[in-house]
């Protein structure tokens, strides 16, 4: 099986790719990624030199190079994770999300349509359901539920996930679509709330908590993920939405002091901020599809998936200190200024 995975050298990308390297030694894996601010060539240092990897540095939205690797490397399967993921730079400058996350998008699956392919896999996200209010804990997302976004970043993504969809009816592509909730674990990068806390606590640096810090995600430790996408390519249903979640809803202030008590910090750190525009109050997926059809079920508990992600920003020190001080440190200043 040769596989393309897009966005490999970015969190969850990175983590598939182990996973899959991994899990099965006969394939072969080939990660198209263009280096993005968040993309990071370090993190696959340890799989450079493996006989079943290959990296290549292009752009997902670049026809040519796409139409170029398709020919070289024949691949039987496509799995996207390339996109621009963060909600507040979607804020602050929505174009390249369009450009990236529904462009690419469609240049992927020309390439797939142009020169065949057994399954393009697109990676997708809750956010695109929009939110649910507070004071209903009954409701969920259910792969039914109406698509209705509220970022840039949820349109670009749910505008590709409806291409991905018409692709697979007007020209029969076969296509899987899987909506996940919030993931945390190693490699999540710093601009995220999960590794900002924890690093700006390891400096005492103030934690800067948007709004009351009421908002609630549903987090999945990011292997549960990867193996929900592993499942899904080799036994989900072609023309399918697979929606992945753990049950885990945990208010955002829960989180942040959950990060204080486990370092030792005070929680005189949090600092409450300017709500983000437009924030999402409440995701929750429903995950029952995927249980029952491809018998998905997470695997780690929240208590111990914290523990081992604040345990591996504290051992790779290595890994986030050359990204909080390069070129992410100037959009973080613009955006919160030198706290
Ligand atoms: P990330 O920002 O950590 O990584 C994105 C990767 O894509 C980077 O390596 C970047 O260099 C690459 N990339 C960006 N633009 C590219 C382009 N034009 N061509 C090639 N590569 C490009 O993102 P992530 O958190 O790992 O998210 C991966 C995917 O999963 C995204 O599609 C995201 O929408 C989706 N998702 C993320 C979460 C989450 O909690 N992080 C949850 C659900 C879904
Ligand atoms: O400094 C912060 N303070 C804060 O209160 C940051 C960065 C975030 N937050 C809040 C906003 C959200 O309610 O924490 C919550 C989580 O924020 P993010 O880590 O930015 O994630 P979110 O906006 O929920 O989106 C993530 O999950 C869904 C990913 O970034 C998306 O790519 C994915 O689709």
Known sequence: MNIIVT?????????????????????????LDCLTYAGNLSTLAPVMDNPNFRFVKESI????????????EHPDMVVNFAAES?????????QVFLETNIIGTSVLMDACRKYGIQRYHQVSTDEVYGDLPLDRPDLFFT???????????????????????????????????????NNYGPYHFPEKLIPL???????????????????????????DHCKAIDLILHKGHVGEVYNVGGHNE?????????????????????????????????YA?????IHEELGWLPETKFADGIQKTIEWYLTNREWWETIVSGEYQNYYEEMYGNR
């Open 250 to 282: 945990m208010k955002n202030i829960d989180i942040v002091k959950i990060i204080c008590k486990a370092l030792g910090k005070p929680e005189s750190l949090i600092t409450y901020v300017t709500d983000r525009k437009g924030h999402d109050m409440r």
């Open 143 to 181: 792969e039914e539920t109406p698509i209705h976004t509220s970022s840039p970043y949820s349109s670009s993504k749910a505008a590709a996930d409806l291409l991905v969809l018409a692709y697979h009816r007007t020209y029969g592509l076969p296509v899987t679509i899987s909506r996940c909730s």
């Open 7 to 31: 966005g490999g050298a970015g969190f969850i990308g990175s983590n598939f790719i182990f996973h899959m390297l991994n899990k099965y030694p006969d394939y072969r894996i080939i990660c």
């Open 86 to 94: 963060h909600v507040d730079r979607s804020i602050e400058n929505p």
């Open 197 to 223: 806390m924890i690093i700006n606590a390891l400096h005492d640096k103030p934690l800067p908590v948007y709004g009351e810090g009421i908002n609630v995600r549903d987090w999945l430790y990011v292997e």
């Open 61 to 72: 939205t670049d026809r040519k190079a796409v139409y170029r690797l398709f020919e070289e």
């Open 285 to 289: 997926i429903d995950p029952t599809k």
